[in-house]
């Protein structure tokens, strides 16, 4: 008799009962150009144009391209509301993997420190950012955003507005999160490789900064091949969310001299930790965290050790580094993506250790269940990290 293995995608069908659903295409996006400009000041950029603001603050948003004409048109949401018209629906499947819920497969990140062809498909499905939208918000480290105002509220040149930078901004959650937490005017640079993303990520970008200050946004399609401080020449801040971990030693080292050169902060969010704690507890936990501790490790990716190679990487060039956790912490509430993060928690550890296939479909099942029944809770920890460089004479 021949045996086979179950792959991840089995596994997760067995037990979740449903099908892997395909990438999305970048519906109402149209054909973007390489690098497209979005912004809600009525200025002319290069990309996609953007109607001006009337009298009464911003109208809806309507994102256009130089070869293909008007695209859709938005109302602008609130600025901490994710659940906007751009926001895509959730899968109608329970059962359903969502692509990039956890690294089930041989996929790339979204935003990479290296080049990479055009057509490589994204990671993250646009339904599996939604769906940790609400988890990520309340998990970021609110400690370090004191710290970090003082440095903006003191950079030179502050008199134009802060300049943001997000990498792999995927939906724009980032933004959605910190720009209403920070007083003063804000331009918000979006940057993504999946042109279906920064077209959510514009039309659903925050208008006002804490203090009623206009917040402006623009999009630049394309990876990060090679972050130089001129790439980020005027930017006050750099940020990006669960980032770091999917990283090489080198990008990361890549990313810290361009912070560095540029004389800018950056608020690196959510790179996990390598730690979880399911209650009630299993046998198997332990043996399926190493697995996917390892998984992440793969190719040379930092994983789990991400943000201790950072906090090197940026105190090695001057910056002073703060660290502080932030924990997803799921109960019956966050069922739906507790569900998600399980089928892609397990799936990689298989796709690590083929051999667990058989133990692991059994494990999955149950821990479905108990999530099903309100009965699971699960911790999944993170960090988030703070560098605060040497300000340069250059900087804005």
Known sequence: MRRTTA????LARRAGGGRIPSQPGPRGAGNLTEVD?????????????????????????????ARTGPGTAAAPAGPTDPRSAAAPARPTDPGSVIPGAG???????????RETGPDEPPRYAPEWLQL?????????????LDPLRIRLANLPGRTGGAVVHDLGCGTGSMGRWLAPRLDGAQHWVLHDRDPYLLHFAAVASPRAAADGSRV??????????????????????VTASALLDVLTREEVGTLAAACAGAGCPALLTLSVA????????????????AAFNAHQRRDGLLGPDAVTVAAEAFADRGATVKIQPSPWRLGPAEAALTAQWLRGWVGAAVEQRPELAARAERYLAARLAACAAGDLHVTVHHSDLLAL???TGGHR
């Open 389 to 391: 460089p040497r300000p």
């Open 274 to 289: 390598g730690r979880v704690e399911l209650a009630p507890a299993d046998p198997l936990d332990e043996e399926i965290a």
């Open 37 to 65: 400009a979005v912004t809600q000041d009525g200025h002319r950029h290069p990309g996609p144009a953007v109607t001006p603001d009337g009298p009464a603050g911003p109208g809806p948003t309507v994102v256009s391209d």
């Open 103 to 113: 690294p089930v497969g041989p996929e790339q990140p979204t935003v990479r420190l």
């Open 7 to 10: 792959t991840p995608a089995d």
């Open 132 to 144: 940790r939208e609400g988890a990520d918000a309340s998990a970021r480290a609110l400690d370090l």
């Open 216 to 237: 402006t946004v623009e999009t630049r399609r394309g990876d990060v091949a090679r972050l130089t401080p001129d790439a980020l020449a005027g930017a006050s801040l």
